[in-house]
Nanobody
Framework: QVQLVESGGGLVQAGGSLRLSCAAS????????MGWFRQAPGKEREFVAT????????FYADSVKGRFTISKDNAKNTMYLQMNSLKPEDTAVYYC????????????????????WGQGTQVTVSS
């Protein structure tokens, strides 16, 4: 199983940028798809983006498409989420996740496709 630790969250003004990192331990990181989810106060956790095991394919939620970029460096066991043109509605706790056995069987935008989760990092965008 992959252990995950997020970092890079913080407070930023609307229109600004942040880059989140997700450091992974475990020899399977390079062979698993990864994803980012977020949870705003009072709301359910929602899908943000996912990336294939080799980084060749990505998929984004409509709400972040064109503003966020997911990437994966297998040599460094790290995944990233570059967030540009941030909006107040992007405020949330951001979680990274590693694909599990059901990835590819269930919708990749759902939590059930992921088996390992980080503890989350807070992103706050002020208006």
């Amino acid at each position: 199983q992959v252990q995950l630790v997020e970092s890079g969250g913080g407070l930023v003004q609307a229109g600004g940028s942040l880059r989140l990192s997700c450091a992974a331990s475990g020899r399977t990181f390079s062979s698993v798809p990864m994803g980012w989810f977020r949870q705003a106060p009072g709301k359910e956790r929602e899908f943000v983006a996912t990336i294939s095991w080799n980084g060749g394919r990505t998929f984004y939620a409509d709400s972040v498409k064109g503003r966020f970029t997911i990437s994966k460096d297998n040599a460094k066991n790290t995944m990233y989420l570059q967030m540009n043109s941030l909006k107040p509605e992007d405020t949330a706790v951001y979680y990274c996740a590693a694909g599990g056995k059901l990835f590819g069987t269930v919708a990749i935008t759902t939590e059930g496709a992921f088996a390992s989760w980080g503890q989350g990092t807070q992103v706050t965008v002020s208006s």
